[in-house]
């Protein structure tokens, strides 16, 4: 089993839509979760930051985590065709450390 | 918006040569480390740096790979003898303190003939 678990795609909504991005992981060491946008050939960019199981929102993106089900999720609100591009989840197991674990990545399309 | 720097943008090299890939951390941040991501693939870890020592390596991060941190501003990546499996996207991040959030850079683009 993999550690980290996701779904590739593509996923393609129309614009306005919700979106919903999931990704298990199998490893309960896991501490820290993190939701990343990468555009094609372009570095990740940090998105979503959370530690806690629960739900944290920042404008049309809300991360949600789920230690005791081992699942994260990222919703993306009123989607616009600006995000599309490949999101990635990932998380780390130490405070002082960030050797952290990718998911594979969902490719994600909004039509406009 | 501080951002990680990454140069060169691309790099072409011969199997067998040494590189060297040269990135500028986000000022004042104090952890380092470098990724990569081969074409189609996850981004894997390759290694972190603080307090000018290496802090954690993964296996991919064998004898053939080297990190520095020369002066108060550059962190580079060398690579001693390339191999065709190092064509990859490799990108530096940085993070200002324990806790905080990792910055990416755009990444240097690796291809070995």
């Known amino acids: 089993q993999k550690e980290v678990e996701q779904d590739p795609g593509p996923l393609s909504v129309p614009e306005g839509a919700i979106v919903s991005l999931n990704c298990t992981y199998s490893n309960s060491a896991f501490q820290y979760f993190m939701w990343y946008r990468q555009y094609s050939r372009k570095g990740p960019e940090l998105l979503m930051y959370t530690y806690s199981s629960g739900n944290k929102e920042d404008g049309r993106f809300t991360a949600q985590v789920d230690k005791s089900s081992k699942y994260i999720s990222l919703f993306i609100r009123d989607s616009q065709p600006s995000d599309s591009a490949t999101y990635l989840c990932?998380?780390?197991?130490?405070?002082?450390?960030?050797?952290?674990?990718f998911g594979s990545g969902t490719r994600l399309q909004v039509q406009p | 918006e501080p951002e990680v720097t990454q140069t060169p943008s691309h790099q072409v090299t011969q199997m067998g040569q040494e590189v060297i890939l040269r990135c500028v951390p986000i000022s004042n941040h104090l952890y380092f480390y470098w990724y990569r991501q081969i074409l189609g693939q996850k981004v894997e870890f390759l290694v972190s740096f603080y307090n000018n020592e290496i802090s954690e390596k993964s296996e991919i991060f064998d004898d053939q790979f080297s990190v520095e941190r020369p002066d108060g501003s550059n962190f580079t990546l060398k690579i001693r003898s390339t191999k065709l499996e190092d064509s990859a996207m490799y990108f530096c991040a940085s993070m200002g303190g324990a806790n905080e959030k990792l910055f990416f850079g755009s990444g240097t683009q690796l291809s070995v003939l």
């Open positions: 990932a998380m780390g197991m130490d405070t002082g450390r960030r050797a952290l674990t």
